[in-house]
Each structure stands twice: as C-alpha cells, then as structure tokens.
C-alpha cells in the first residue's frame, strides 16, 4: 500500500494542471528530493516551497491567488453575499465586565471595528454609558487593523497592565506595560515573547512572564520555536537586565506555563510536551522576592503523576486542582504540598460517570462554580470550596458557557452563554457579605444581534453510529419551516483532535450561510475531542486517529440518508487539525462530498485543551496541517507529537503515512471541489503544508480529465493563525469561501 502511494507521489507526469476548464499555475516539482523513512523512499518534490522567504515561492502565491480570484469572482451572489455578512456582522459585542483596584475594564465592539477595544471605568454601569473611557484601543496601532492585542495581566492592585501586541497574526509578540491612573506606557518593551505566560508578584514591583531566545529574523516563521524560560521583569527597568527565573535545560522542546498563588507566596510551574501530560513544580517566593528576585529559583515536584492540572486556588498549603489524574471524565482534588504524591490527594468532587468536569472558579472566598460538560452541553453548580459539597445546581438554556469572569476575592460572577444561533447572554451571579448566596442566575445583559430573526432557525442534536459502532452526537442547526427533500446545501465543521470540545457557540458567518442559502449547519462530536472525556480523546489520537476520519464520514452520510442534503450539495470544512481532517476525508472518500474548504472556519472559544496547548487564543485558526511527516520541523510543530506521532519513529511513521493528506491523494479519481485557506505569515501551522499539498493536488488530480471541479488556494497577506485577524479580513474570507461553494456547489443566494 505504502509503495504504491509512492510511486504514484513520483511517477505522474504532467506539465499544467488543466481539467474541466481549469488551468493551474505549473509548479516546479524537484523529484531528487526524497527521504528514507525505515527503508520507504519517500518523495518530497515541493520541499522548495518551505523556503518562504524565497522569490519562488512569493511567485507561487502570486499565481495561485490569480487564478483563485479569477474564479471565485464570478460567483453570481459575491456581492450580495459581502453586503449581507457585512450586514450581519454590524451588532455591538462585548465581553464581562472585571473590577480591577479602584477601576472596572471592559472589552467592546461597536459592530465592525477591526479590533475590540479595552474601556475603563468607574462603576461598572459606566462602561456602557458614553463617559466609558477609551483605555487601550487596538486600531491605533495600525492603520489596515492588523496589530492585534493578545493578552492583558493587571498588577493586583489595579495600578499597572500589562499587554500584548502582535502583528499580521503571528505568534510572535511585545510586551509593553502601561500605569493605569496616567494611562502612560512604560519606555521599555519585552521581546522574544510567544504564548505568553503572564503573572504579577504582589508586591507590584515587577512581573514573572515566560520568554524564549532572540530568533534570528529569518527562522522567526518557520524555525522551530525551543528553550521557553520564566524571567523576572521589573518595571522600568530594561529587559536587559531581567533576571532568569526557572530553565529545565534538559527538556528544551517542552512547553512550560506559571501562575502565582491566592496570596502571591508560591510559584506554580508546569511543563509538559504531550497534553494531559504535565508535571508540576513548586517554589516558595517569600524569600526570593525579599532579595529582590536576583537568582534562579529552585522547584520543587508537587506531582511526578503526569496528567492534565489546572490550579483552582489555595488555603496555604493546600492546594485545589481540577485533574483527569486517575479521572478520565476529570475531578476536583485538594493537594498538600508538604505530602507530595497522588497517594495523599483529596478527592473532593468524585470524577463523574458520564459527565467531564469542565472547569471550576473559587468566589466568595469559600464558594466554587464548576461547569459540566453533559451531552456536550454546559451545567453550572455551586459548590463548598474546601470539601466540594454541592450547594445547588442552576437552570441553564441548552448551550455552552463561553467566558466567565469573577476571583476569589470578588463576591459578583458574570459568565456568558450561547448557542449556535444565539450570540449570547450575560448572566450576573452575586453573594452576599453575609454568606448568602444567589438561588437564581439573573439575567445581566443581552446582546442585541438584530440582522436576522433568530427565532426561525433551530437547533437539535441528534446521535449517530459511526464504523464501530460508537455512538456520536452531532448538532444539526437549519430553518424551522425547512423541507428535508435532500437539496439544501449543508456545511459540516469539524476537528476531531487535542481534546477539543465542540461545544454550542455563535458564529455570525455560520448563521449567515443557513440565511443566504437556505442551507444546514452540522457539528459533529467526533472523537479526539474532549465532549466524553479523556478517552474519547485517546480513542481518536495516534494509532486510533482513523477513528475521527470515520466519525466524520459517518455523519456525512447520515445527513445523506436522512434527507438533510445529498452529496453534490454538501461541503466539509475544518482547520487547523481540522483541516488534516476534510483533507484526509476527501481523500478517503472522495464520492461523499461536493466541496472541501480547508479552511475559514470560526473556532469555538471554549476550546480548553486546544488552546493551551495549541493555540493560546481563543479566535479563528486558518492553516491545515497536511505533511503529517514534517510538520514536527516547524516553529512549535513538535509539541503535536503527543497528538499525531512522528515520523522519526518507525511505528509513527506507518501509521502517518496511511492518512497523511498530501501522501495520499489519489491518481485517476474524482474530487470534490477544494478551496484551501491558508496565510503568508502563520507561524504555528507553516503555509508550506497548504502549498505542497496544493501542489500535489493539482499534479495529480488536476490533469485527470473527468476532473470538472476546481482544486484551489487562497493565501492571505499579512495574516498568520486567526488570532487578532481584523474584522474586515474575516468578512472577505467568507466572502470568498461562500463564493466559492456557491460556484461548486451551484447553490441560489436568498435575500434577507
């Protein structure tokens, strides 16, 4: 099977990719580029294009893009399409408020700014009045809205930020620290900053942030990123003069994350390479802090139990954690760091028989709110926070809690809650100084989306059996009065991977596809993800990762056989590792779909696991991973390793080299339409994957003559992973993306 796939990777010949009218730029192929895995030659004739910075490859951009856009620009419906989405993505958003020192923060969006701006405040009813002050506001810094801000810490008394900036969506970013009362920045600016991992010393003299070497300017994009270490920052000074913190030398490729206890007295250390398998560190700070942090600290194990931790709160050295630790569905554990080991933890929520606990948040000094995943829906309870005694358990729409904010130290809780056709509402939790407690959520603000009457759609959840039987829920959201005749055109998302919970969210452009085309909307649940736990996660990674491919096709064809849609109007979409997936489907079955869009695709923002692992935001991811045996090599590639394997190992290797997009598409076959998505400057998921497999698609798909639909990429300038994207790069993304399937999918726009 291996052999013959490489022989038909080297062997087709052709000279322009031309079918069904299409013509394709030629693109070089180098076939003395081949690699040797465990005695399997395989060729690599695009390895050239993961020179980005090579006048080659800026000329395949160049090609590629005018060929697309000569194509997509024909779709009847493209202008109809860009004023309706433009239409619907006009509503104000905003995020919760937080109290902060003396002042109230909150994150607005008029409708479509480029990039939300951050407001202040002196009570929390004046950030939605006009005397909101402008605190931090992103689309100064550029004038096309491609700076981007990633990330505030507020010093603990409210009188410094700390924020973020990146540009042209990189995961590069710089540091600059602002004083609050004077909305002044600081002169000095930190560097060589990625994921950043942010936490203030309480005596608000300085900052521990987590840093990697200066990168040369050339290996900034593609060079994988190694050797993340926690420095000491004291403000004003330069970072020069930082102090290095915490270096596990011997574990260069791992990732490591810190975070300060309830009273600033303990530093939290974690590293890992594999998700759900850290282990954690510990110091006392009083000491080290009294001599002015000078000197590296010295860790010590708290755990040696690798697994998933994430740090609730502490009553001195008693500390509170959420873990999958001996708990596939995750539990709630007290730790003493005088009794290292598992052996001596308390638990104090049992782990769940079906329900994964999804997170827990300390408030009111004694009280935790903890959130259930059920059916990949979410609960919220309220609980004792030292013995984890259920107090009450509140009544929540069918949806997902999206974000939450509320400390310890706070006695109001604000979360919001969405649904896949509704953007959200605000809930206000608040206890009294007196103990007392809120027997009901009250209902704190409502987003006013009032582009398309939302009482007409509909969602439900359905449940599906996939090859081996497993039974996997799926989301399915349509208009009410729609005729299930099987020809309304249907878009399916999914991503299948890093234990990424696929929870109910609100995406203005998914919406807009049901509205402008009578069409269906399909989630599925499939395995890989996190919506059952830690084995639902197992049973779709490594050697089981075609456990995912099949859930997916399964749900396509139960959409098929129940009348939803039918295979010429159906379209896969997916980035990211979601693009792995519509890739290695189409490849798979390639009778099944109309078109591949791989991908432009809105990401849930409640993606835990992905994105602390992965991404480290919580907006759109682009790139698809398509060289399942290189992608190892690129910036932070090698910590999906625990994920995928790699190819230096020989049972990896075979194991990739079954599914891998660009090993396996196949010669004398049919396709679907596919429109890759990728951008010039992602440096987390390299566009070399999207090239090569591009490449190879229209070399060995493209000369077949009974191919009559296109095979396509659509590279953006000036954009990396998704995070910060400016608003109007979005709208022209699906802009794009639905013209394109309007094209090939011969689908009619239907006017609001």
């Not at 895995?37 to 490859?57: I, Q």
């Not at 009280?367 to 509140?394: A, F, H, P, Q």
């Not at 953006?716 to 013209?739: F, L, M, R």
Request: proline content about 4%.
């Amino acid at each position: 099977m291996v052999a013959k796939l490489i022989c038909i990777f080297v062997a087709v010949l052709v000279s322009c990719g031309e079918s069904g009218g299409f013509k394709y730029p030629k693109v070089r192929r180098n076939e003395s580029v081949i690699d040797d895995y465990f005695g399997t030659k395989v060729a690599d004739p695009y390895r050239w294009l993961e020179d980005l910075n090579a006048v080659e490859t800026k000329q395949f951009v160049k090609d590629q893009n005018a060929v697309t856009h000569a194509y997509i620009d024909t779709a009847p419906a493209r202008s109809q399409i860009r004023e309706t989405l433009t239409k619907l993505w006009t509503y104000p958003k905003e995020g919760l408020p937080k109290k902060r020192g003396n002042n109230y923060f909150l994150n607005k969006n008029s409708g479509i700014q480029n990039q939300w701006i951050l407001y202040k405040g002196k009570t929390v009813e004046s950030l939605y009045k006009d005397e909101a002050e402008i605190f931090l506001n992103p689309n100064d810094f550029s004038t096309d809205g491609t700076v981007a801000l990633k990330k505030v810490s507020y010093s603990k008394n409210g009188e410094l930020l700390v924020y973020a900036l990146s540009t042209s969506g990189s995961d590069w970013t710089k540091i600059h620290i602002k004083n609050i009362s004077t909305g002044k920045d600081f002169e000095e600016v930190l560097h060589f900053i990625k994921f950043p991992s942010i936490s203030w010393t309480h005596d608000h003299l300085g900052f521990f942030y987590t840093r990697y070497p200066k990168p040369k300017e050339e290996d900034k994009l593609i060079k994988a990123t190694n050797d993340s270490k926690i420095y000491y920052h004291r403000v004003g000074t330069s970072q020069d003069n930082d102090t290095l913190m915490v270096q596990f030398p011997d574990k260069p490729d791992w990732s490591l994350s810190m975070e300060l206890s309830d009273e600033g007295e303990y530093m939290l250390v974690s590293i890992y390479k594999v998700i759900n398998e850290e282990t954690l560190f510990y110091t006392k700070l009083t000491d080290a802090i009294k001599a002015g942090l000078k000197k590296e600290l010295v860790l010590i194990p708290l755990t040696t139990t690798p697994a998933s931790y994430s740090f609730i709160a502490n009553d001195a050295n008693i500390f509170y954690f959420i873990t999958n630790a001996g708990a596939p569905n995750y539990r709630f554990v007290g730790m003493d760091i005088n009794l290292p080991g598992i052996a001596h933890w308390s638990t104090l929520i049992p782990e769940h028989e079906k329900d994964v606990l999804s997170w827990a948040v300390a408030i009111a000094n004694d009280k935790l709110l903890v959130s259930y995943n059920r059916d990949v829906k979410s609960t919220l309870e309220l609980r004792n926070l030292r013995n984890g005694t259920l107090i009450l358990e509140y009544s929540l729409e069918a949806g997902s809690i999206q974000s939450t904010e509320g400390r310890r130290e706070d006695r109001t809780f604000y979360f919001s809650l969405a649904t896949f056709s509704n953007p959200g509402v605000s809930y206000r939790l608040i206890f009294g100084e007196d103990g007392s407690i809120p027997r009901n959520l009250e209902v704190y603000r409502r987003t006013a989306f009032k582009g398309l009457d939302t009482s007409k759609f509909e969602t439900n959840q359905v449940f599906y059996t996939s090859k081996d039987g497993t039974s996997v829920p799926m989301f399915i959201v349509k208009r009410k009065d729609l005729v299930l005749d099987g020809t309304a055109p249907a878009l399916m998302y999914g991503y299948g991977g890093f234990q990424s919970s696929m929870e109910p969210f609100f995406s203005v452009a998914f919406l807009s596809f049901v509205s402008m085309f009578d069409g269906i909307l399909a989630f599925p649940n499939i395995r890989g993800g996190g919506e059952y736990g830690t084995k639902w996660w197992d049973d779709g990674r490594l050697f089981k990762k075609q456990n995912v491919f099949d859930d997916f096709s399964y749900a396509a064809e139960y959409l098929i056989k129940a009348n939803y849609t039918s295979t010429p109007k159906l379209a896969i979409q997916g980035g990211s590792n979601g693009g792995l997936l519509v890739a290695a489907c189409a490849n798979q079955r390639p009778d099944l779909y109309g078109a591949v869009v791989a991908e432009v695709g809105q990401v849930p923002n409640n993606y835990t696991n992905f994105l602390k692992y992965v991404c480290h935001h919580k907006k759109l991811c682009l790139c698809s991973v398509m060289d399942m045996l290189r992608f190892q090599h690129f910036t932070v590639g090698s910590f999906w390793c625990g994920e995928y394997g790699c190819s230096e190992d020989k049972d990896h290797f075979h194991n990739l080299i079954k599914y891998s997009p660009l090993h396996n598409i196949k010669a004398n076959t049919t396709y679907p339409a596919v429109l890759v998505q990728t951008a010039d400057t992602d440096d987390r998921v390299v566009p070399s994957h999207s090239f090569k497999y591009t490449s190879q698609l229209q070399h060995v798909v493209g000369n077949f003559k009974a191919q009559t639909q296109p095979l396509m990429i659509r590279v953006e300038e000036k954009a990396g992973h998704g995070s910060g994207k400016p608003t109007w790069k979005q709208i022209e993304e699906y802009v794009d993306a639905y013209s394109f399937l309007q094209l090939v999918l011969n689908i009619k726009f239907v006017e609001l």
